[in-house]
């Protein structure tokens, strides 16, 4: 409803209501001090403030005004007064996080044992470490309450932060000594100990943090952090100058409302969520294209951003206050869509809204382009969906009915029009996202690894972030990153290659169902007294400094891991093991614009192939752990985990196994070797051949032969003889340039593609003008073998080959023009017209259909197996034309064979048996 | 023989021909290269060595006795050169909407809001002309020999003009002379980087960096290493360019397409801003970038002996100043042309006045939002003609050294012929200065945001549009 224009008037509005409250504050103190005094400043008029919002009581949890109770404000009954706030709440998995999807432990798509549910309240975020303990679990983790102190900050209240998994709210649960949802864990004796739900109250969904301009997080997560459930919400409403902190206590503040108690028009500043709204969970955004956006390399507070690296900006990077590489050339803007004036609203909208709403062509009948069909919205604004569209990322698993209802790419880009020059278009477009282009590389920095098999001090998890160079903080010079393209199954059947960053995790794990080992545990093991245990210190202090720097700080001897185990299994830790896992993050956002975007057909069409680019997971592997991938994502990884000589851990995608075979950068060696190797055979053989036959023809002077001069060629034979040889010679050089482009730089690539295909339907045509020449002239009768005798005679001929020409005999066969070819002739050019040349045209016309009828050439075995066949073609094609040319000097001069193709006139021996 | 050679080449050719025509046919057509800006730039051939020419004629005793010498040879130089503005500093005649006969403006005959104007004033103000001695109403056009061939044409740097535009003490005419050659940016920036009467004073967009700018601040003079006259291409001395403060059409105007593709971004959606924003708007981003430029003069406060003098907040004589860097620039529809303010016209002391206001709408498709430098002030009008006044400032009885309003308004207004009352007081003016000189380089240039969503720089509705064009449509969608 509310839309981008009137930001910053609401931020107008924000400094005019704090004017306002200062000015009420001001006339209250004065009036109350004296009466009389100057005359009110006249209001200040902010008309556009919100315009279409209308001004309303703030209500707590029994429905009354929050100005006569002092108590926090409830959203549900507030905004719940008109908007239907059951059907938000319980439509949302923003709020849900998973609650309605849980499953006995490690029953989810991920197959942790202790993930309950796919959602944010179940899944375990190794990176945050801290997990949701399963019900029943002797060694807690987090129970529920703690589960929202802590991850309270990052979810939108309702779901589990109100109700219980069996479904009743928190505040009713009946308490239970060892379950885990009415307990905490005392941090003492980690023993369970009752948590007052009365006392704290539960964190409703939260409406201001995404609907008022800059909630206060910051508030609302102090609430949580304390305990405060109940005053969360209206913690985020600290600073808009409607509710006021004094001391632990917050009081509303008269002046923001009527004497009807209701706001005053001014503080309502209710909006449809800004980018900053979503970036309060989500990540860096920034929306000011003056102000030089910040961020140090791999900052934790951005939990978010450093998953991947995208930053929601509109500034170019050479504008940003960020150390990065090469800054001054990176004229690019952070987000494409963001310097498009585009909000994350845009394309993540509410299901229903009418504005945005379009039907999937799953469920659309096909004949309708558009359902103008709409919700009124007014009936939108009573049921807004709080299912917002998005895509397929591969490390979101909340919500799967909903996966892939987002707009993409196409659905707002053409590509007709803009990737013309593109080759092969369609088959790009089906087998790569348009992000692996237009994401070439992420610029800021991203998280690699999390050690928790060790831990800092401060109980953090040993770290290592990739694009970053130097010690964290303002120095780093931020290098970025290229991500790592892997096949993802998305929600529609596609699979396409998308750019993903990998996290990897290494951890503590005990017990027959395994569980991570919890935090304390970790710490009672490591520290003593804010500081490293002496045993620690004494197997980690390589240098013995005192201290453990990143080198020391890691499980790399097995002194260190048995010290570690020790120290578990003395805390009653059964069988503490390592494990490692590698988390997929999808990437969407800093889209490229078309300058930016990967263009050249080398960056993947060569050896170096930027498809099957590895990507570092890990600097190092903890002593004897192993990592990997966390099932249930629908990232397909069929490529290869090796470490290299350092130990570092690295991961090559092979898009060999999708179905993808990459012209240019992918060989079947074999064949190749199979290829160069009949290539040279034939030359050695008629090397060998020809320099017997130079020997012979001194030793053994031919006969003279009479000769008689008759006009072989027509025309047209010699027309369409020499246009199939220039082809098949374009064809050769150009098909090895396609084959190892690494070896051509001369050439562009998309150009020699071109070539190849235009001078292959060339060559098809001639071929098809050629016989049907041959079949209306009868002249294809020439290539017809005659069934008497032609074994004797293909072995008169072979003998001449291999003795008489040596001795200086007159051919077997007569040459004429009704007989042009000798037996071994008509058996070779039958083979090679009938076979080779229909299997490299037909194998040809697929490689090529990969774009028109992909479904044929899948059918008959893909690339994978098209391409090689057509390269094995083309060698014994090439080994062909060297036998055939050599064949041509063995006329009665070495010459008069070509020289015949092109004048069409031979001198051909005449027999004695026809002088007789 | 002859026979076989021909079947040998017609083969050939005919072979090759079937398979290149159609492989070229279907090769990716590349984006054609917009045209070559390159093409557009003017020559500058070697310029002939004056040494051995001119070193038996002097020495030089005044400018007029090298004019003379120097018109032996280019005879025609004189008379080309007091055809154009630079000598004039006069418009010529137009027809002007409202008006009855045809008017001129120019520094001779009009007023700004800086100096206020020449008349009364000429020997202070002259320095710049490019003539020697103008020094009164009388002065004569028509004397050849008062063309001042040096100021345009000296290499040396050595050349100063003084009062009334004589060359300064000091200066070795001989040796000036001797060394001419085609102008240079020191030749054109002696006077045009110094306008209002110092550094960077006047125009936002010319200053004393120019001579040796970064590509950040003028990527044509900066990393293209452009002289003023690659764009002002000058044909008989007629230097091309306008500027509103003298002109009021737009012939023998610059313009960026002169040498710059109408389409050459990339981007068709930057490309579809053409009809509607001119190319200064996003490719000036900032102005002044390094050189604080005035943007406010008031005059009322001249002659207080106690506000302390700083030459950049308040000097007696002048009277108030704000100075501004680096800052962004007004924008308003623009079709090249303006109205002006012309002596005499009566105005509305309530109201600012314009004295230049540019011409354009949002309803006229030939007007682009244009960038400008809009200097505003206080200057002294008859509040009983409700006109504005020309003061005596330079010289006798001027306000300078008397700092007496109402002597200095009074011996302004005799040489002007208008009536004065006696009684004056000083109102609001405004002067619009397009931005156009110090193209940034173009990984510079304005993105979406500047204009579009919140942070915009554009007061949409001021311009005529509902909103933010990016949500209520451009002036020539379906939307408006």
């Given at each position: 409803?509310?839309?981008?224009?009137?930001?910053?008037?609401?931020?107008?509005?924000?400094?005019?209501?704090?004017?306002?409250?200062?000015?009420?504050?001001?006339?209250?103190?004065?009036?109350?001090?004296?009466?009389?005094?100057?005359?009110?400043?006249?209001?200040?008029?902010?008309?556009?403030?919100?315009?279409?919002?209308?001004?309303?009581?703030?209500?707590?949890?029994?429905?009354?005004?929050?100005?006569?109770?002092?108590?926090?404000v409830?959203?549900?009954?507030?905004?719940?007064?008109?908007?239907?706030?059951?059907?938000?709440?319980?439509?949302?998995?923003?709020?849900?996080?998973?609650?309605?999807?849980?499953?006995p432990?490690?029953?989810?798509?991920?197959?942790?044992?202790?993930?309950?549910?796919?959602?944010?309240?179940?899944?375990?975020?190794?990176?945050?470490?801290?997990?949701?303990?399963?019900?029943?679990?002797?060694?807690?983790?987090?129970?529920?309450?703690?589960?929202?102190?802590?991850?309270?900050?990052?979810?939108?209240?309702?779901?589990?932060?109100?109700?219980s998994?069996?479904?009743?709210?928190?505040?009713?649960?009946?308490?239970?000594?060892?379950?885990?949802?009415?307990?905490?864990?005392?941090?003492?004796?980690?023993?369970?100990?009752?948590?007052?739900?009365?006392?704290?109250?539960?964190?409703?969904?939260?409406?201001?943090?995404?609907?008022?301009?800059?909630?206060?997080?910051?508030?609302?997560?102090?609430?949580?952090?304390?305990?405060?459930?109940?005053?969360?919400?209206?913690?985020?409403?600290?600073?808009?100058?409607?509710?006021?902190?004094?001391?632990?206590?917050?009081?509303?503040?008269?002046?923001?409302?009527?004497?009807?108690?209701?706001?005053?028009?001014?503080?309502?500043?209710?909006?449809?969520?800004?980018?900053p709204?979503?970036?309060?969970?989500?990540?860096?955004?920034?929306?000011?294209?003056?102000?030089?956006?910040?961020?140090?390399?791999?900052?934790?507070?951005?939990?978010?951003?450093?998953?991947?690296?995208?930053?929601?900006?509109?500034?170019?990077?050479?504008?940003?206050?960020?150390?990065?590489?090469?800054?001054?050339?990176l004229?690019?803007?952070?987000?494409?869509?963001?310097?498009?004036?585009?909000?994350?609203?845009?394309?993540?909208y509410?299901?229903?809204?009418?504005?945005?709403?379009?039907?999937?062509?799953?469920?659309?009948?096909?004949?309708?382009?558009?359902?103008?069909?709409?919700?009124?919205?007014?009936?939108y604004?009573?049921k807004?969906?709080?299912?917002?569209?998005?895509?397929?990322?591969?490390?979101?698993?909340?919500?799967?009915?909903?996966?892939?209802?987002?707009?993409?790419?196409?659905?707002?880009?053409?590509?007709?029009?803009?990737?013309?020059?593109?080759?092969?278009k369609?088959?790009?477009?089906?087998?790569?996202?348009?992000?692996s282009?237009?994401?070439?590389?992420?610029?800021?920095?991203?998280?690699?690894?999390?050690?928790?098999?060790?831990?800092?001090?401060?109980?953090?998890?040993?770290?290592?972030?990739?694009?970053?160079?130097?010690?964290?903080?303002?120095?780093?010079?931020?290098?970025?990153?290229?991500?790592?393209?892997?096949?993802?199954?998305?929600?529609?059947?596609?699979?396409?290659?998308?750019?993903?960053?990998?996290?990897?995790?290494?951890?503590?794990?005990?017990?027959?169902?395994?569980?991570?080992?919890?935090?304390?545990?970790?710490?009672?093991?490591?520290?003593?007294?804010?500081?490293?245990?002496?045993?620690?210190?004494?197997?980690?202090?390589?240098?013995?400094?005192?201290?453990?720097?990143?080198?020391?700080?890691?499980?790399?001897?097995?002194?260190?891991?048995?010290?570690i185990?020790?120290?578990l299994?003395?805390l009653?830790?059964?069988?503490?093991?390592?494990?490692?896992?590698?988390?997929?993050?999808?990437?969407?956002?800093?889209?490229?614009?078309?300058?930016w975007?990967?263009?050249?057909?080398?960056t993947?069409?060569?050896?170096?192939?930027?498809?099957?680019?590895?990507?570092e997971?890990?600097?190092?592997?903890?002593?004897?752990?192993?990592?990997?991938?966390?099932?249930?994502?629908?990232?397909?990884?069929?490529g290869?985990?090796?470490?290299?000589?350092?130990?570092?851990?690295?991961?090559?995608?092979?898009?060999?196994?999708?179905?993808?075979?990459?012209?240019?950068?992918?060989?079947?060696?074999?064949?190749?070797?199979?290829?160069?190797?009949?290539?040279?055979?034939?030359?050695?053989?008629?090397?060998?051949?020809?320099?017997?036959?130079?020997?012979?023809?001194?030793?053994?002077?031919?006969?003279?032969t009479k000769?008689?001069?008759?006009?072989?060629?027509?025309?047209y034979?010699?027309?369409?003889?020499?246009l199939?040889?220039?082809?098949?010679?374009?064809?050769?050089?150009?098909?090895?340039?396609i084959?190892?482009?690494?070896?051509?730089?001369?050439?562009?690539?998309?150009?020699?593609?071109?070539?190849?295909?235009?001078?292959?339907?060339?060559?098809?045509?001639?071929?098809?003008?050629?016989?049907?020449?041959?079949?209306?002239?009868?002249?294809?009768?020439?290539?017809?073998?005659?069934?008497?005798?032609?074994?004797?005679?293909?072995?008169?001929?072979?003998?001449?080959?291999?003795?008489?020409?040596?001795?200086?005999?007159?051919?077997?066969?007569?040459?004429?023009?009704?007989?042009?070819?000798?037996?071994?002739q008509?058996?070779?050019?039958?083979?090679?017209?009938?076979?080779?040349?229909?299997?490299?045209?037909?194998?040809?016309?697929?490689?090529?259909?990969a774009?028109?009828?992909?479904?044929?050439?899948?059918?008959?075995?893909?690339?994978?197996?098209?391409?090689?066949?057509?390269?094995?073609?083309?060698?014994?094609?090439?080994?062909?034309?060297?036998?055939?040319?050599?064949?041509?000097?063995?006329?009665?001069?070495?010459?008069?064979?070509?020289?015949?193709?092109?004048?069409?006139?031979?001198?051909?021996?005449?027999?004695?048996?026809?002088?007789? | 023989?002859?026979?076989?050679?021909?079947?040998?080449?017609?083969?050939?050719?005919?072979?090759?021909?079937?398979?290149?025509?159609?492989?070229?046919?279907?090769?990716?057509?590349?984006?054609?290269?917009?045209?070559?800006?390159?093409?557009?730039?003017?020559?500058?051939p070697?310029?002939?060595?004056?040494?051995?020419?001119?070193?038996?004629?002097?020495?030089?005793?005044?400018?007029?006795d090298?004019?003379?010498?120097?018109?032996?040879?280019?005879?025609?130089?004189?008379?080309?050169?007091?055809?154009?503005?630079?000598?004039?500093?006069e418009?010529?005649?137009?027809?002007?909407?409202?008006?009855?006969?045809?008017?001129?403006?120019?520094?001779?005959?009009?007023?700004?809001?800086f100096?206020?104007?020449?008349?009364?004033?000429?020997?202070?103000?002259?320095?710049?002309?490019?003539?020697?001695?103008?020094?009164?109403?009388?002065?004569?056009?028509?004397?050849?020999?008062?063309?001042?061939?040096?100021?345009?044409?000296?290499?040396?740097?050595?050349?100063?003009?003084?009062?009334?535009?004589?060359?300064?003490?000091?200066?070795?005419?001989l040796?000036?002379?001797?060394?001419?050659?085609?102008?240079?940016?020191?030749?054109?920036?002696?006077?045009?980087?110094?306008?209002?009467?110092?550094?960077?004073?006047?125009?936002?967009?010319?200053?004393?960096?120019?001579?040796?700018?970064?590509?950040?601040?003028?990527?044509?003079?900066?990393?293209h290493?452009?002289?003023?006259?690659?764009?002002?291409k000058?044909?008989?001395?007629l230097?091309?360019?306008?500027?509103?403060?003298?002109?009021?059409?737009?012939?023998?105007?610059?313009?960026?397409?002169?040498?710059h593709?109408?389409?050459?971004?990339?981007?068709?959606?930057?490309?579809?801003?053409?009809?509607?924003?001119?190319?200064?708007?996003?490719?000036?981003?900032?102005?002044?970038t390094?050189?604080?430029?005035?943007?406010?003069?008031?005059?009322?406060?001249?002659?207080?002996?106690?506000?302390?003098?700083?030459?950049?907040?308040?000097l007696?004589?002048?009277?108030?100043?704000?100075?501004?860097?680096?800052?962004?620039?007004?924008?308003?529809?623009?079709?090249?042309?303006?109205?002006?303010?012309?002596?005499?016209?009566?105005?509305?002391?309530?109201?600012?006045?314009?004295?230049?206001?540019?011409?354009?709408?949002?309803?006229?498709?030939?007007?682009?939002?244009?960038p400008?430098?809009?200097?505003?002030?206080?200057?002294?009008?008859?509040?009983?003609?409700?006109?504005?006044?020309?003061?005596?400032?330079?010289?006798?009885?001027?306000?300078?050294?008397?700092?007496?309003?109402?002597?200095?308004?009074?011996?302004?207004?005799?040489?002007?012929?208008?009536?004065?009352?006696?009684?004056?007081?000083?109102?609001?003016?405004?002067?619009?200065?397009?931005?156009?000189?110090?193209?940034?380089?173009?990984?510079?240039?304005?993105?979406?945001?500047?204009?579009?969503?919140?942070?915009?720089?554009?007061?949409?509705?001021a311009?005529?549009?509902y909103?933010?064009?990016?949500?209520?449509?451009?002036?020539f969608?379906?939307?408006?």
């Amino acid at each position: 409803m509310m839309s981008s224009k009137n930001k910053s008037k609401i931020s107008r509005l924000r400094f005019f209501s704090l004017l306002l409250a200062a000015v009420f504050l001001l006339i209250g103190v004065s009036s109350a001090l004296a009466e009389g005094g100057d005359p009110p400043p006249e209001e200040p008029k902010t008309p556009e403030s919100s315009p279409l919002h209308p001004t309303f009581p703030l209500l707590d949890e029994n429905g009354e005004n929050v100005l006569d109770t002092g108590n926090p404000v409830s959203t549900m009954n507030t905004c719940g007064a008109c908007h239907d706030a059951e059907f938000i709440e319980t439509h949302s998995y923003h709020a849900n996080a998973g609650l309605d999807d849980m499953v006995p432990a490690g029953e989810t798509p991920t197959e942790r044992a202790w993930d309950t549910s796919p959602g944010f309240f179940g899944t375990w975020n190794p990176i945050a470490y801290r997990y949701l303990s399963p019900a029943g679990d002797e060694r807690a983790d987090l129970t529920t309450p703690e589960w929202i102190m802590l991850f309270g900050s990052r979810h939108p209240g309702g779901g589990p932060a109100v109700y219980s998994q069996s479904g009743e709210m928190l505040t009713e649960l009946a308490y239970s000594a060892n379950s885990l949802e009415s307990n905490i864990v005392n941090a003492e004796t980690g023993e369970l100990e009752k948590w007052d739900w009365e006392k704290s109250g539960v964190v409703k969904m939260n409406c201001f943090l995404c609907h008022i301009p800059e909630p206060n997080n910051d508030a609302r997560k102090a609430a949580l952090t304390n305990g405060d459930f109940k005053w969360a919400n209206t913690a985020t409403l600290l600073g808009t100058g409607i509710v006021e902190e004094a001391g632990d206590e917050f009081t509303w503040n008269e002046a923001a409302f009527t004497q009807e108690k209701e706001l005053v028009q001014e503080f309502v500043a209710i909006q449809d969520p800004e980018d900053p709204n979503c970036g309060v969970c989500h990540g860096l955004v920034h929306d000011n294209v003056e102000d030089p956006l910040v961020m140090d390399g791999c900052s934790p507070e951005r939990w978010t951003t450093i998953t991947t690296g995208q930053i929601i900006s509109s500034q170019r990077l050479s504008d940003s206050g960020m150390n990065l590489a090469d800054k001054e050339t990176l004229s690019r803007t952070w987000d494409a869509h963001a310097e498009r004036q585009l909000e994350c609203t845009d394309c993540h909208y509410a299901l229903n809204n009418p504005l945005y709403y379009q039907e999937g062509s799953a469920t659309r009948p096909e004949h309708l382009i558009f359902d103008p069909r709409r919700l009124e919205v007014g009936e939108y604004l009573e049921k807004p969906l709080h299912q917002f569209a998005r895509g397929d990322s591969a490390q979101s698993m909340v919500s799967p009915n909903v996966k892939d209802t987002m707009r993409t790419c196409v659905d707002c880009h053409s590509t007709e029009s803009t990737h013309d020059w593109l080759p092969y278009k369609d088959r790009h477009i089906n087998a790569l996202s348009c992000e692996s282009c237009h994401i070439p590389k992420l610029y800021s920095s991203a998280n690699e690894q999390y050690d928790w098999t060790v831990i800092d001090i401060n109980g953090n998890a040993q770290t290592q972030c990739r694009g970053a160079e130097g010690d964290p903080g303002v120095n780093t010079l931020l290098t970025g990153y290229e991500p790592v393209l892997l096949p993802r199954e998305n929600a529609d059947g596609s699979t396409k290659l998308v750019p993903h960053n990998l996290i990897t995790t290494w951890f503590w794990v005990y017990g027959e169902d395994e569980r991570p080992v919890p935090l304390r545990d970790l710490k009672l093991v490591y520290l003593e007294n804010d500081s490293y245990a002496p045993d620690i210190l004494a197997a980690f202090d390589a240098n013995a400094d005192g201290m453990l720097d990143d080198s020391e700080l890691l499980i790399d001897s097995e002194e260190k891991s048995a010290l570690i185990i020790k120290g578990l299994e003395a805390l009653g830790l059964d069988n503490p093991r390592i494990a490692g896992e590698i988390q997929p993050y999808s990437i969407h956002h800093d889209v490229a614009t078309s300058e930016w975007a990967t263009n050249d057909c080398q960056t993947c069409h060569s050896q170096n192939t930027r498809l099957t680019q590895e990507i570092e997971l890990s600097g190092y592997s903890p002593i004897g752990a192993k990592a990997d991938f966390v099932p249930g994502s629908n990232v397909v990884f069929d490529g290869e985990i090796y470490e290299n000589e350092d130990g570092a851990l690295f991961y090559k995608p092979a898009p060999d196994k999708e179905n993808l075979y990459i012209l240019g950068a992918d060989k079947v060696n074999w064949i190749d070797a199979f290829g160069l190797w009949a290539f040279i055979g034939v030359i050695l053989g008629v090397g060998l051949h020809g320099g017997l036959r130079i020997y012979a023809h001194y030793k053994n002077p031919p006969h003279e032969t009479k000769t008689k001069r008759v006009y072989m060629y027509s025309v047209y034979e010699r027309f369409w003889h020499w246009l199939q040889t220039a082809a098949i010679v374009i064809l050769l050089i150009t098909g090895m340039i396609i084959h190892n482009p690494d070896s051509y730089i001369l050439f562009k690539f998309s150009g020699v593609v071109i070539t190849h295909n235009v001078v292959a339907t060339i060559l098809a045509v001639n071929a098809a003008f050629s016989l049907f020449y041959h079949l209306a002239s009868g002249e294809i009768k020439q290539y017809i073998p005659e069934p008497k005798g032609f074994f004797n005679q293909i072995l008169t001929q072979g003998t001449y080959y291999m003795k008489g020409i040596f001795k200086g005999e007159e051919h077997p066969t007569e040459k004429d023009p009704e007989h042009k070819l000798n037996p071994l002739q008509q058996v070779t050019y039958d083979m090679i017209l009938n076979v080779l040349l229909p299997l490299q045209g037909i194998t040809g016309i697929l490689i090529w259909g990969a774009q028109r009828f992909p479904n044929l050439t899948n059918a008959l075995g893909g690339l994978p197996f098209l391409a090689p066949f057509h390269t094995l073609i083309a060698w014994l094609f090439a080994s062909f034309i060297v036998m055939h040319v050599y064949l041509t000097t063995t006329g009665h001069t070495p010459l008069a064979g070509i020289a015949s193709m092109i004048h069409g006139w031979d001198d051909v021996e005449v027999h004695n048996h026809d002088a007789e | 023989m002859r026979n076989k050679k021909r079947v040998w080449i017609i083969g050939i050719i005919v072979t090759l021909a079937v398979i290149l025509i159609p492989t070229i046919y279907f090769l990716p057509k590349e984006n054609k290269r917009s045209d070559d800006p390159w093409e557009n730039l003017p020559l500058h051939p070697v310029h002939t060595d004056h040494t051995a020419i001119i070193e038996d004629r002097g020495p030089f005793e005044t400018g007029p006795d090298v004019t003379r010498v120097c018109l032996e040879c280019h005879e025609n130089s004189a008379s080309e050169m007091m055809a154009t503005a630079h000598w004039t500093w006069e418009s010529k005649p137009y027809d002007i909407e409202g008006r009855d006969e045809p008017v001129t403006v120019g520094k001779k005959n009009q007023m700004n809001n800086f100096c206020i104007g020449i008349q009364s004033n000429w020997s202070g103000c002259t320095s710049c002309h490019a003539g020697y001695g103008w020094d009164s109403a009388d002065y004569d056009f028509s004397n050849e020999q008062n063309v001042d061939c040096l100021a345009c044409h000296d290499t040396t740097g050595t050349y100063v003009k003084s009062t009334s535009g004589l060359p300064a003490e000091g200066v070795d005419l001989l040796d000036v002379a001797k060394n001419v050659g085609i102008p240079s940016r020191e030749n054109c920036g002696s006077c045009h980087f110094k306008g209002g009467g110092g550094n960077a004073v006047k125009h936002g967009d010319l200053d004393e960096t120019l001579y040796y700018p970064p590509d950040r601040v003028d990527v044509h003079m900066g990393k293209h290493d452009f002289l003023c006259t690659d764009c002002h291409k000058t044909e008989a001395h007629l230097v091309s360019g306008r500027s509103i403060s003298v002109s009021l059409d737009t012939e023998n105007q610059i313009a960026c397409t002169d040498c710059h593709s109408e389409e050459l971004h990339e981007d068709e959606r930057i490309n579809v801003h053409l009809d509607s924003v001119a190319c200064q708007t996003c490719h000036i981003p900032e102005a002044a970038t390094r050189d604080a430029t005035k943007m406010y003069w008031d005059w009322s406060t001249a002659g207080n002996d106690s506000i302390e003098e700083s030459t950049h907040e308040y000097l007696k004589i002048k009277g108030s100043f704000v100075y501004e860097s680096d800052f962004v620039p007004e924008y308003r529809w623009y079709n090249g042309t303006a109205d002006r303010y012309l002596i005499g016209d009566t105005m509305n002391p309530e109201e600012v006045t314009s004295m230049n206001l540019p011409l354009g709408d949002i309803n006229d498709t030939t007007a682009r939002i244009f960038p400008f430098k809009v200097h505003r002030g206080k200057q002294p009008y008859d509040t009983v003609y409700n006109y504005f006044l020309q003061p005596k400032t330079v010289g006798e009885g001027g306000f300078w050294t008397e700092f007496d309003w109402d002597l200095a308004l009074r011996l302004g207004s005799e040489e002007i012929d208008m009536a004065y009352s006696g009684e004056y007081d000083f109102a609001e003016t405004e002067m619009f200065w397009p931005t156009t000189h110090m193209v940034a380089s173009a990984d510079q240039a304005l993105t979406c945001g500047y204009c579009h969503g919140d942070e915009s720089r554009m007061d949409w509705e001021a311009l005529g549009y509902y909103g933010d064009p990016i949500d209520w449509g451009g002036r020539f969608s379906a939307k408006r």
